[in-house]
């Protein structure tokens, strides 16, 4: 602990943000870093708790607080406020390979377990995390780590978010020979197309994927696995095959009238928005359009900032739940989640174009209104509520909002159902693979890893999952494991 009073003499603050209505004239990230001497008083902040919290990824009324990949933040918090960031770097890349996407995509489950939170503001876990990686990126501390032994393994994994990433860089660490499939054009998965450029830059990725395709693993990009190679060539060529693909199969929204023209999955917007920015191509514009986006999560709130950005009319967010309250209840305490009503980035642009919140709560879409060339007009909304935990419609409640651009956020329903039928995979309720009891093994050399195994989930959780399946398949191949 380099400062015992730190936390006491300091206050918290975090990375400014840039003005709503600049930020909005570009698609890129609006954090700028603090200066150095400020973000070392942060670190002195941390208490180095007897019991960190912070690193517990402890369930609680069936909620985590804390981080699953159990970070040694106050190993590293302390390093940073001595000023000593290269060994704050050794002890962050020990638990967690990809800080520059945690850093700045993570909820920080860390930091609503930190004791700071008891009765002030927390640590900036986070920011210290990306201060940290990026000051080793600056200083050129970020190298190649290629095995000086290799095991004549060889191992296959499907998908490229982050979970098949940690899952490439251990396994090819480790010594064994790593290929990674991907069925889009780039790699990165979720990172890549399924979070916008304002909250990670693809360069940030790119500079990574760099780094592991010289450490030696070896990416293919726009392979549809079970197709383009077939499961019989898999088996024959790979020790271990692993399934990292995600939980890709969005959740539809049925509705009069969904098959008409104005009505994309938020996945399919997001992806294509990117792409746009990329390589210049075809995208999905809401530009002059009445945007409505079902979901109030994350995904609903990139939509909103990416729709205010490309020139939309207007901009409203559907939540089917009511709102949360605006402080932690006294039946929520700390080190519980907070269950508590965040505005995000999306809806505070939204407030400053358009003066308003964009989220209507306890309201689902009841019907979709077409002009006569049969394309979306307006929608039919209308207020709903949980009656014995059975969603009702209130009478009198619909209102009539134009829309010409609907956007469905309303999450994921497992893995897709190609790759399923390619494979013959057994699937839970849930529609996630199935493994064997308290395994990442599906059966033989197969395993699974990532939001396809545990659900639809946080980057921090697929990296956490990459790395655990890791060392399961390295004890198949190997008869033991001496990988943490």
Known sequence: MGKPTGFLDYKRQENEA????????????????????????????????????CQSAIKLKNMVTGCPLHNLIPEWNDEIYNGNDKRALSRLLKTNPFP??????????????????????????????????????TNNWMKAFIPSVRSDKKVAIIGSGPAGLALAHDLNRRGHAVTVFE????????????????????????????ILTEEGIVFKTNVNVGKDITKKELEKEYDAIIFATGSKKARDLHVKNRDCTGIYFAVDYLTKATKHLLDNTEEISAKYKHVV???????????????IRQGCASVVQIEMMPKSPDERLES?????????????????????????????????????????KKNLKQIKTVKVRFNNGKLE???????????????????????????????????????????????????????????????????VWAIHEGKECAKEVDAYLMGYTNME
């Open 393 to 459: 419609e209130v009478k009198g409640t619909e209102q009539i909002l134009d829309c010409d651009l609907l956007l469905i956020a309303a999450g994921f329903i497992g893995v897709e159902d190609d790759l399923k039928k390619s494979f013959k995979l057994e699937t839970t309720q849930r529609n996630t693979i199935v493994t064997q009891p308290n395994s990442f093994q599906v059966k033989d050399k197969y395993f699974t890893a990532g939001d396809c195994h545990r659900g639809q989930s946080l980057v």
């Open 332 to 372: 929520n305490p700390w080190p519980e989640w907070p269950k508590i009503c965040k505005t995000d980035y999306g809806q505070e642009e939204a407030i400053a174009v358009f003066k308003k919140d964009p989220r209507i709560y306890e309201t689902t879409i009841k019907e979709c209104i077409l002009d006569d």
């Open 100 to 137: 520059e996407f945690t850093g700045r995509v993570c909820p920080a489950l860390c930091e609503k377990a930190c004791l700071n939170g008891l009765d002030q503001d927390p640590v900036t876990i986070k920011e210290n995390e990306l201060y940290t990686i990026e000051t080793a990126y």
């Open 18 to 53: 840039i003005e709503p209505l600049s930020r909005i004239t570009n698609f890129n990230e609006f954090h700028p870093f603090l200066d150095e001497e400020t973000r070392r008083k942060q670190g002195a902040r941390c208490m180095n708790c007897g019991v960190p919290f």
């Open 183 to 210: 069925k889009e054009d780039r790699l990165g998965g979720l990172l890549m197309y399924g979070i916008p450029n304002m909250k990670l830059e693809k360069k940030v990725i790119q500079r990574r994927l760099d």
């Open 293 to 307: 986006i079902v979901g109030g999560g994350d995904t609903g709130n990139d939509c909103v900032g990416t729709s």
